[in-house]
Structures are given as structure tokens and as C-alpha cells.
Nanobody
């Protein structure tokens, strides 16, 4: 059974940084596609970043150059380094995983497992 637990959220001022962490179990990263999503109040959930089993990454345009997704296969942890945070980055951030297919990194990829989320609040 796949288990995902996010941590690292908090409240910061614009321009500061946070690093989110997702501890995972029940899966081997080499067979999975993993990603970070976020949902702002009264908005739909959106994909933020993905990483595939070969380490290839994708980012939504609004975070390109500011956020970095990485995976530590030894510690079984997925990270999202968020720099130069903006108020528009406020939301609940979720870690997700799905068995890898060639659609990994695309909008339609069917993530099956989700964490409970961690809150990020960025004030101006």
C-alpha cells in the first residue's frame, strides 16, 4: 500500500523560501511518476511539478525558475524547493504518485495515490 506524507509547509513573506518534503513508502520510485500539486482557496487543483523515473522534470510556467523538484531514492523522499515565493503560491500542496507510463509529466497522467497535503501561506 502506497503511503505519502507531506511536511515543510508554513507561513512566509514574499521573496522567502520553503522546502516541502514528501516521505513515501509502498512504492519504488523507479516504477513511478511523482509530482507536486497545489490548491488555492476557491480554485481548482493544479499541477506544479513532476519527476519521472529517469529524473526528467516538468514545471508549470508560473513556477519555472523558482521551484525545483527532486527525489531521494535512498531516503524515499520527494522534495519541492520553493524560492522567491509569491502570494500567488499560497495554497495546500499535495504529493502524488502513480505507476509510470509514457504520459508521466503530462496533464492527463493518472496519479493514483495522494498525501494529505501541507499548507503554504505567502504574505506580501
Amino acid at each position: 500500500q502506497v503511503h505519502l506524507v507531506e511536511s515543510g509547509g508554513g507561513s512566509v513573506q514574499a521573496g522567502r523560501s520553503l522546502r516541502l518534503r514528501c516521505d513515501f513508502s509502498g512504492l519504488h520510485y523507479s516504477a513511478y511518476c511523482m509530482g507536486w500539486f497545489r490548491q488555492a482557496p476557491q480554485k481548482e487543483r493544479e499541477g506544479v511539478a513532476t519527476i519521472d523515473r529517469g529524473g526528467a522534470t516538468t514545471y508549470t510556467s508560473s513556477v519555472e525558475g523558482r521551484f525545483t523538484i527532486t527525489l531521494d531514492g535512498v531516503r524515499n523522499a520527494l522534495y519541492l524547493q520553493m524560492n522567491n515565493l509569491e502570494p500567488e503560491d499560497t495554497g495546500k500542496y499535495y504529493c502524488a504518485a502513480g505507476v509510470w507510463t509514457v504520459t508521466c509529466g503530462t496533464v492527463g497522467f493518472p496519479y493514483r495515490d495522494w498525501g494529505q497535503g501541507t499548507e503554504v501561506t505567502v504574505s506580501s
